[in-house]
């Protein structure tokens, strides 16, 4: 058994994981990230890095650096509703250095963020490393027990943070189980080549039923097509040319490249669940993320307000856990901060999916666009709304933790 003891244990090196290491490390307190996977290739993940995210990267020095990474800027967000081109937000008038969404693989984000982590002498990440049993000593979470390439190895902390998913194994230890709030829909990811002549803007689009996305992957489209929940299987019982021409039919340009979805095989299924913690901490752990709350795809919004949480996180414990004085109350201050966000997002995307995806995947029939969706780019103090909920968020954290210069 190998035996390790750091300040703060952080659980999963996805975007939240990553940035709470990166914070924490350069605030001076000793940080250990476990990642389960030998590296972050991993397809059809949050590659949406919105101006929220881009403005944290701007504030510790990042942001330039990162937009050299190969990356699609979105100013405008479009979709096409039943034939009609909708302008559905216009990032532009963000006050923000930022006004786009950038997509980017996200492995090349995390790779990235690694990277600049490892910048810190306190910061160690540790690949196929997987967290499997939570710590406990006197009713208190003292670290975990991980797997790794060299062997079994005990991790003691003062805090552990489960950044570990929306199917979180260290929640689930800890016995804390979320609220779920549900989704109408699931949604199936597959590529399909793009050329010059297509465009470059995400497109959503809304027909007859049918709701397919578009996003500009460089050289391909990352293509998603919403179901009704729970309704893959007996999709997959039937050809999958059907699936080929539904998509020829909602998608007019692309009809020529549907064959590249050449079997089921292609297509990954995107389960989609939104829930929430009632608690997002016990002693000695701290939940954040989807960790502490699952989000709809809707807006792209999960992987920046993860971010969010992170940056919270660091503002509020960075000091503490330098100082050895991290409390429970200190875990639920940042439950505090960060939850009434959580809710009112979420409360905007449970009524998108309740009042618009889900009628819109009940009917065959075809008509308008609602006046106002029709018209919002054209009254200035609405037309900034969907903008900046996606762009910017309900409580845009900024980063405030104290820095200590890297290693040399």
């Given at each position: 058994m190998i035996e390790l003891t750091t300040q703060c244990?952080?659980?999963?090196?996805?975007?939240?994981?990553?940035v709470l290491g990166t914070l924490l490390a350069r605030s001076g307190v000793d940080v250990i990230v476990l990642e389960k996977h030998a590296d972050f290739l991993r397809d059809f993940r949050g590659d949406t890095i919105h101006p929220s995210t881009l403005q944290a990267m701007d504030e510790l020095g990042f942001a330039d650096e990162l937009l050299h990474l190969p990356h699609e800027k979105a100013h405008l967000l479009r979709g096409i509703l039943n034939g009609e081109n909708i302008l559905m937000a216009d990032f532009s008038h963000l006050n923000?250095?930022?006004?786009?969404?950038?997509?980017?693989?996200?492995?090349?984000?995390?790779?990235f963020l690694a990277r600049k982590a490892s910048a810190y002498s306190h910061f160690r990440l540790l690949m196929r490393s997987e967290a499997k049993t939570l710590v406990r000593e006197g009713g208190k979470i003292v670290g975990v027990e991980a797997t790794s390439p060299e062997g079994n190895v005990s991790i003691r902390a003062d805090l552990t943070v489960a950044c570990d998913g929306r199917d979180s194994h260290m929640r689930a230890q800890a016995g804390l189980q979320p609220t779920v709030l549900g989704a109408p829909m699931d949604v199936l990811w597959f590529k399909l080549s793009r050329r010059d002549s297509d465009g470059s803007e995400p497109m959503g689009r809304f027909d007859a039923g049918r709701i397919?996305?578009?996003i500009n992957r460089n050289d391909v489209w990352q293509c998603g097509y919403v179901i009704a929940k729970g309704s893959f299987g007996q999709l997959q019982q039937r050809p999958i040319s059907d699936l080929q021409q539904t998509i020829a039919e909602i998608a007019p340009p692309l009809a020529d490249r549907v064959h590249e979805i050449a079997s089921w095989d292609d297509v990954k299924l995107l389960t989609v669940a939104v829930d929430r913690l009632p608690v997002w901490h016990k002693p000695g752990l701290l939940c954040i993320g989807d960790a502490a709350h699952a989000m709809s795809p809707i807006g792209g919004i999960g992987i920046n307000l993860a971010i969010q949480d992170a940056i919270a996180t660091a503002n509020l414990l960075a000091l503490k856990l330098r100082d050895g004085a991290v409390q429970e109350?200190?875990?639920?201050?940042?439950?505090?901060?960060?939850?009434?966000p959580v809710r009112l997002t979420q409360w905007v995307q449970v009524t998108i999916q309740n009042r618009i995806i889900a009628p819109a995947l009940g009917t065959k029939a075809r008509g308008r666009a609602p006046w106002l969706l029709r018209h919002l780019h054209q009254i200035p103090v609405?037309?900034?709304?969907?903008?900046?909920?996606?762009?910017?968020g309900v409580r845009?954290?900024?980063?405030?933790?104290?820095?200590m210069p890297p290693k040399k």
């Open positions: 244990c952080i659980v999963g090196g996805g975007p939240a994981g990553l923000t250095r930022y006004p786009f969404i950038a997509f980017m693989p996200q492995w090349d984000l995390l790779n397919f996305i578009t109350s200190d875990l639920a201050a940042v439950q505090k901060r960060r939850e009434w609405l037309r900034d709304l969907p903008a900046r909920f996606v762009g910017i845009p954290e900024h980063v405030t933790a104290p820095a």
